[in-house]
């Protein structure tokens, strides 16, 4: 006689997770987008800082903006969480004006009068916005953190010019003002990364520029929380300068500044000697090439590995070594000159400008002692084009370059044959490409109106969705960056006998920036509507 099985015995069993455990969990693996991170990384902070005695606060401030369009939204939806944790936001009139607004957090922790012990603070903007708000950043990671404050810049760059007019890579001109630079691959490192930040932060006085690059932010995958190192102890061997590194008064304007970032940088290196958030991913103790990848260009090169039908530990067996730098400026050089001893040749995988491979080449090209390997990136050794720092790289990009370098020095994981079949353009039809609708206002749009000028007239386009009316038959042309609508027929204007532009110009620009684009053109006496 068969004994009776229950009907649910072979059914999985439901966790009892809820949506709102991307904020609130504080174990076991949670789903949450690049976006959510960052508001789950400030409620972080605030429990780390709690769970070690400190009464710290944080603030949030900075402008939306692909891709980082959905983060007030996101912060708005965890206002009463973030009200539980005494972390602030506010939305600011533009980036520069946030840019200053964090700033301020820095000085709480030297007010005799404070409420809290520090403030840990966030800045975001997209790409144009780190550049408008340059001035105040700049001054902001010169004059420094707090001890208990630390400060974080999220740089959303969109290295496609997906939803921007021109692509944007924050990270050089944030080196440029001597700020270090995290470059996350996935949602957990943005996690893991943002705490490092602030960690590093408070201890070197620095501001620390954050990459979110539109693949990154704009994803959403799993995180084990359990897997995450969230603890980064200060080195105790480091001695600052006379005068500290961290914000105070007075900070006069003088060459002492441009010493004090310089010392700051020092102790960046010093603390990521005694704490990396690079990781190797293939160590092979008898390598005689290596890989070393960044950002997002790390899962452009598995994706490519998998297409080829090889793993990591593939590679690892044949001599290859694969090094992940999560701290993109400055290079940790310690476990650089360990990544490259015995090797002959390191090709170097980053996407856009050459941060990493310029670095790498910098720090070995005087070395006295041990190898000095080639290192090949975004050209070969003979100067020839490799891994172009135009455009996006994708893994397609990444796959010939590296299935032909790979069969260069290790014959026997040849995988060329592959790549044909992978990037053959037959793969995708694009038949439907020759059908497309063009994007219109939708029906009701006050711009449907409001974007026609009269028989003979011309009108400047702006930024906004207005900007569709360029191609909607309404004599619009021209684009300009936020804020600047108009201003260049001012000068334009002098030129020409044309004796009048209509002007496009969202409310929401006229907010942000606009109005002073206003004052300039009647300071100009310019004829414009």
Known sequence: MNARV???AFSPRLSDYQLSDNLSATTGRIFLTGTQALVRLVLMQRELDRAAGLN??????????????MVDQQLWKAKKLLELHDVRFLPAINEELGGTAVLGTQRVESDAERTVDGV????????PGVDRAGDALKHGNAYGSSPHGGMLVVAGDDHGCVSSSMPHQS??????????????????????????????????????GFKAISETVESGSTVDLDALNLTWPAPKDFTAPQGGLHNRWPDLPSLTIEARLAAKIDAVRHFARANSIDKWIAPSARANVG??????????LMEALRRLELTVDDLDAAGVRIYKVGLSYPLETTRLDTFVDWLS?????????????QQIKEHLYNREHGARPVVIGKSAQDGAPLLSALGELRPSRVLPVFADWLARHKPALDRRDKVVDLV???????????????PYFCSGCPHNTSTKVPEGSVAQAGIGCHFMASWMERDTTGLIQMGGEGVDWASHSMFTKTPHVFQNLGDGTYFHS??????????AKANIT
């Open 291 to 300: 890989i070393v990848t960044c950002g997002k260009a790390h899962l452009d």
């Open 424 to 438: 053959a353009p037959q793969i995708l039809s694009n038949i439907a490409d020759a059908v497309k609708r063009t």
């Open 514 to 523: 606009g109005i002073l684009a206003i004052r300039q053109a009647v300071a």
């Open 6 to 8: 229950p009907a649910d």
């Open 345 to 357: 040749e390191v090709l170097v995988i980053e996407e856009k400008g050459p941060v990493i491979e």
């Open 120 to 127: 840990f603070a966030m800045w975001y903007g997209k790409g």
């Open 56 to 69: 710290t606060a944080g603030f949030i401030s900075g402008y939306r903006g692909s891709p980082l369009g």
């Open 171 to 208: 990270d050089q001109t944030m080196i440029s003002w001597h700020m270090p630079v995290v470059n996350p691959s996935n949602v957990a490192d943005m996690l893991e990364f943002g705490v490092y930040g602030w960690a590093l932060s408070r201890f070197s006085g620095a501001w620390v």
